[in-house]
């Protein structure tokens, strides 16, 4: 018996979806959604390589396999009893069986819009009586397999994006805690470097106060009490994160629902040490505790210093009326346009946390 892969929970088995039914229906549509959802998924593989394919897998830390099997694969609709059980391996996997159908009408519909002939059309012709006859023999073939079917999809009145929800509802972690939860993470940057190229909301906070200017706080990084103090004091800040949390809050159990697995929020100031840094860390902390699961945090430029001539310029006494270079970059990116995304080539120095 093979070990079970170190991947999988205690006291979980691991899951083989095989999606069948018309052609038509939508099962390429199902395939993609469980792909989403973490499933390794395979179309029309041999039947007889079906089984080794699964341990494969398995044996690779992939417990969550689709396979997709249509009429044309007769040796398998032959077979279906045998095939199912040497999926299940004695118990040892959970194995479902999902079939998509649809009303004749919306199959004749759906083919001629896409002009594609029926896979089981032999005749050679074009028309409505080619594709009904090839729909007809394939209700035939899958009339077994439909029976072993543990859920059915009728998708004759869904669109694509109604059957990828369907899909996501019954196998995704909202369905029984099981599988994959989105993966949340809340970057801050500064806009001086570039946005995140990887981020899908990306939220300005150069509108407060910058303590960037406030002598005593300048060098300090925005994880100090200090900064954090002198941010979150500021009427805005609070009325900003409020409404951010509240958008947060609606905004990610819906991403969630729709199988998104991955899900980046960048929050950017100027140069990425002070207001994105305090804003950042008071979102995480209210996400954690209000949806529960774990949001990760990533400060990209905190640690980004000065050059060493602005740094020895910066600890001369220069004259009053004189911006420093380093000042200027910070005026100037205050409120600019967003900068082009730029990947996250810059590393944090050894020994530095973020």
């Known amino acids: 018996m093979t070990a079970r892969p170190s991947s999988l929970a205690p006291g979980a088995r691991p899951l083989v979806v095989v999606v069948t039914g018309m052609s038509g229906a939508g099962k390429s549509t199902a395939l993609h959604a469980l792909e989403d959802l973490g499933f390794f998924c395979t179309d029309n593989l041999p039947t007889v390589l079906s089984p080794q394919a699964v341990l494969l897998c398995e ?18 609709l032959g077979e279906v009893g045998n095939v199912l059980a040497l999926l299940e391996n004695g118990g040892q996997r959970e194995v479902q069986v999902i079939f998509l159908d649809a009303s004749d009408g919306t199959l004749l519909r759906r083919f001629s819009e896409t002009r594609r002939r029926h896979p089981l059309d032999t005749s050679g012709q074009d028309g409505a009586g080619a594709v009904l006859e090839g729909v007809a023999l394939e209700r035939e073939r899958l009339a077994g397999l439909r029976a072993r079917a543990t859920r059915v999809f009728d998708t004759t009145l869904l669109s694509v994006h109604e059957l990828r929800r369907a899909v996501i509802a019954h196998f995704g972690p909202a369905a029984d805690g099981a599988g994959q939860r989105m993966s949340t993470r809340i970057v801050s940057f500064g806009f001086k470097y570039g946005a995140p190229v990887d981020a899908d909301l990306v939220l300005d906070v150069r509108f407060l106060e910058n303590p960037y200017f406030m002598p005593a706080l300048k060098n300090l990084p925005g994880t100090d009490p200090a900064v954090e103090k002198f941010v979150l004091e500021l009427p805005e800040t609070q009325e900003f994160l409020t409404k951010t949390l509240e958008l947060l809050r609606f ?38 505790r209000d949806l529960g699961g774990d949001i990760a945090l990533v400060h990209r430029d905190v640690l980004r210093k000065s050059t060493a001539a602005e740094t020895t310029r910066a600890s001369q006494a220069p004259p009053a009326n004189l911006i420093l270079p380093e000042e200027q970059s910070e005026l100037k990116h205050a409120l600019s346009p967003l900068p082009q995304p730029v990947h996250q080539s810059f590393r944090p120095p050894k020994g530095g946390s973020v």
């Open 59 to 76: 044996n690779g830390g992939m417990t969550r396999v689709a396979l997709g099997i249509d009429a044309r694969v007769r040796a398998f």
């Open 251 to 288: 905004v990610l159990p819906k991403y969630a629902r729709e199988g998104k697995s991955y899900l980046t929020i960048g929050i950017g100031c100027t140069g990425g040490r002070h207001r994105s840094v305090v804003v950042a860390e008071k979102l995480v902390a209210a996400l954690a």
